[in-house]
DNA sequence: GCAAATAAAATACAGTTGTCTATACACCTG
DNA sequence: CAGGTGTATAGACAACTGTATTTTATTTGC
């Protein structure tokens, strides 16, 4: 989307640019953990983890606002292309389902920290931190309301609201995975488990008022 | 629960308390909104507000997560009461769901500021932190679950999973609250339409399954 | 009144933060 | 080579942070 000034060196004047914006981003996500939230990152500590001067900092990015929303959309963009290739992988083995909850949960296990940002960042920070990671929630929201479409066609199933059955879902497989994070490991399967249940209790629900609605249309 | 130092003052020698625990809860409580969340506040600064030097903060907390971890108790123990209001309010007049969820959205407008830490603050912060939010969002749970198994004998309805489908709806109803204290109030009304049906799909759902188990049992 | 006890305040310290200013560096064009 | 230009650094500043130490204030029992 946006080219960095230094993708793009060609014949300009000046001295070369030691670090791009990706290295600042690179460094801010080293930082990141369990017990680190990117609210809570300062300029001055991202800029000694990427090597240069506080000062610096400002040649890539106006402030930490800006850092954090090009996290976000990192996080959006990265995961909705594993749950990509989950929806298309789990189609023919698994259930659709099984497949993206499972994907889900291995993306939280490996933690490249991308996830970590886009699951519980979005409830504090800024303004324009805070619309961002609802921008890159309703893009899931969005394929998941067409896949919920095409699956409800395919099998001949009713589907109420499909807007707001894949908001339910989102919104609810994101706030499970937030718990997640919080929790050890081994827990992580009881709890994958529990997110597919509550994924097809919402899905057998949206059929049902679908089925209610078609028998007494008043 | 826990008896503040200075609310029994029965013959001790040494000076009284300016000040008292809930004092100082009233004023990090001031510093709070919708720009301020607890783990950005200072000790310095809630000290400032409560009008006190910064060292007599010690004399109530430990540290600013004993301060965090009061409020969010606070938080749950107070929505808790308002909800179990409206649920017993709302079995005669309105349904159930639309009743707690017009009480939940109407102590989100109020803003007295406990919602916001329940609602957001359970993602961010220390491990003490984390496990006082979570053990707040499981006392819901549980209330929840019984209330839904109570209305699904008087029903007659099946129910799939109670302790789950208590924890999705719960999850999912605060999700939604967290992203509505982003949104202006006029967009509040429709949040809460969104809210109430999502719930009742959940509710469709659970029953759907349930019925779907009796039917096939394998 | 006096000593003990408790609470609060005053002072101080080392650390960190964001940002300003000036300066050194590396590079391209002429 | 010089000149210009964009980049990065160095140093400094005031503000703020949490906390340790010391001092003052106020209350109680004797």
Chains 1, 2 share one sequence.
């Not at 989950?86 to 996830?115: I, Y």
């Not at 339910?168 to 997640?180: C, E, K, N, P, S």
């Amino acid at each position: 989307m946006s080219d960095t000034p230094s993708s793009v060196q060609l014949g300009l004047p000046g001295r070369k640019p030691v670090i791009s914006r990706e290295d600042i981003i690179a460094a801010a996500l080293k930082l990141l953990g369990p017990t680190r939230s990117v609210s809570t990152l300062s300029l001055r500590e991202v800029a000694r983890e990427a090597g240069i001067a506080p000062n610096s900092f400002y040649r890539h990015f106006r402030d930490l606002d800006e850092l954090a929303v090009a996290l976000i959309d990192l996080a959006g963009e990265s995961l909705r292309q594993i749950i990509g290739e989950a929806r298309q992988r789990a189609t023919s083995k698994h259930s659709v389902v099984q497949g993206c909850a499972d994907a889900f949960m291995d993306q939280l296990r490996a933690d490249d920290r991308l996830l970590h940002i886009l699951l519980r960042e979005g409830t504090v920070g800024s303004a324009a931190f805070k619309h961002a990671a609802e921008r890159q929630l309703s893009f899931f929201e969005d394929e998941l309301r067409l896949d919920l479409i095409r699956l409800a066609k395919m099998k001949n199933s009713g589907l109420h609201e499909p807007a707001l059955t894949a908001k339910a879902i989102t919104r609810l497989v994101f706030a499970m995975g937030a718990t997640a994070l919080n929790l050890p490991e081994d827990k992580h399967a009881e709890l994958t488990e529990q997110i597919v249940v509550m994924v097809r209790m919402i899905i057998a629900g949206t059929q049902a008022l679908a089925a209610s609605k078609t028998k007494n249309p008043a």
